[in-house]
């Protein structure tokens, strides 16, 4: 039985940019997403969490049919069934498990990092309970000999886009600070603004994880992971 799973922009990153993918599952909806953990691991993470269970931020439809008005996972899939993916939130929305906005974003971002970090330009496109997304703009300024943006303004991005991140699944900004960071680069980018994704891995009391990964132009430039110390 093959099912379309239609990807929204902002989780296309985990899929390497496709819009639709074809899954071969039979049954329910959760059998579809325990075949999309098996071939986009990546993504599978960001539609539930360890407990199987659809995460808060996504909204789930099946042929044009929210799947929490019916079943939730338990939702028959019939062969050739749409399932469509939707992140809750974007714009001004809120949060429904933390009332943490893109707003509210906007303004830990503003509030809660030094000059040189502002002057990046970054901004805030989407948050989550677990992840944020924020867009660093191309600019001549940031970058280095030969014309492709600066690892540096890359590595700035992903520490922030942490921050965002952590403070989207705590509800609000608090103290934290930079216990690692590391980063791979994959292809230089020339004149086109970079979409920052960091998703958390693993949060406890003390310590948060976070994968980072940076996309142009629908394709990856660069990853990073981080570690936090929550104070």
């Known amino acids: 039985m093959s099912v ?17 993918l074809s899954v071969e599952a039979a049954g329910t909806l959760g059998s579809v997403f325990d075949a999309v953990d098996q ?46 993916v939707l992140p809750s939130v974007a714009g001004g929305s809120i949060d429904e ?4 906005s893109v707003a509210t974003a906007g303004q830990v971002l503003a509030a809660n990092f030094a000059p040189w970090v502002l002057d990046l330009g970054l901004v805030v ?12 703009p191309w600019s001549a300024r940031l970058a280095r000999e030969g014309g492709a943006l600066s690892g540096q303004a890359l590595m700035a991005a992903a520490d922030t886009a942490t921050v965002i991140a952590i403070s989207s699944a705590r509800g609000g900004f608090a103290p934290m600070t930079t216990v690692e960071l590391s980063s791979t680069f994959q292809r ?18 003390t310590l948060a994880f976070a994968r980072i990964d940076m996309t142009a132009g629908g394709k990856l430039v660069a990853q990073a992971t981080t570690v936090y110390a929550l104070l």
């Open 4 to 20: 379309t799973i239609l990807v929204p922009s902002a989780l296309r990153v985990e899929v390497e940019g496709a819009k639709e």
């Open 39 to 84: 071939r986009w691991p990546r993504l599978g993470r960001r539609l539930r969490d360890e407990q199987k269970q659809l995460r808060r931020y996504v909204n789930v439809y099946v042929d044009g049919e929210d799947c929490r008005g019916l079943a939730g996972l338990a939702t028959p899939v019939r062969d050739g069934a749409e399932v469509q």
């Open 97 to 100: 498990a933390t009332g943490f």
């Open 125 to 136: 496109t989407e948050v989550g309970a677990d992840f944020a997304t924020l867009r660093l």
């Open 188 to 205: 230089p980018v020339v004149g086109e603004d970079v979409l920052v994704t960091a998703t958390l891995t693993k949060t406890g009391r």
